[in-house]
């Protein structure tokens, strides 16, 4: 026997099912964000982590089949200040950067279009470098070999300099 379902019913049970797939896929570690899910990171990327404390902050390294990797520096306060990756093609940025993709967009855009230094002609080959007050990014690279680094300067802790992000 079949029973009813009114319109508002079947809704109600719509969105139920978007919340149990939202809550049940994998938070990812993304920068300014908790360290609690380096390990969602390393099944989302199917490569095996290693973590390194070295005191002022803990490094954690996740590197891939494909030969990339990702590293992820954790304050002792626990959040992600930093990030860096090498490897064969650019890594998913807007997962990386999270909440500060955005901001990157906007600020290559400037520069792209040559606002950003008040430049006459537009910005055309070379590395990426975005400096503001909110956020680092800088990424270079060419066919199969890429890399770069983004943080987030009110973030990194007491004795880490921002070279210590590579």
Excluded: C
Excluded at 64 to 79: N, Y
Excluded at 137 to 154: D, L
């Amino acid at each position: 026997m079949k029973l009813p379902i009114s319109n508002s019913s079947a809704l109600r049970y719509a969105l139920a099912g978007a919340l149990l797939v939202t809550l049940s896929s994998p938070a990812w570690a993304v920068l300014g964000d908790s360290a609690a899910s380096v390990l969602s990171d390393q099944a989302r990327m199917k490569g095996t982590l290693r973590s390194v404390d070295h005191r002022t902050y803990v490094l954690h390294e996740i590197t891939m089949t494909s030969g990339g990797k990702v590293r992820e520096f954790v304050s002792p306060a626990g959040a992600v200040f930093g990030v860096a990756w090498e490897g064969p093609s650019p890594p998913n940025f807007q997962h990386l950067l999270g909440p500060y993709y955005q901001q990157a967009q906007q600020a290559a855009a400037q520069e792209k279009s040559g606002q950003a230094a008040g430049e006459q002609q537009p910005r055309r080959r070379g590395p990426v470098v975005l400096d503001t007050p909110g956020l680092v990014f800088v990424h270079s690279g060419h066919s199969r070999s890429f890399h770069g680094q983004a943080y987030i300067p009110q973030l990194i802790p007491q004795g880490v300099q921002p070279g210590d992000i590579r």
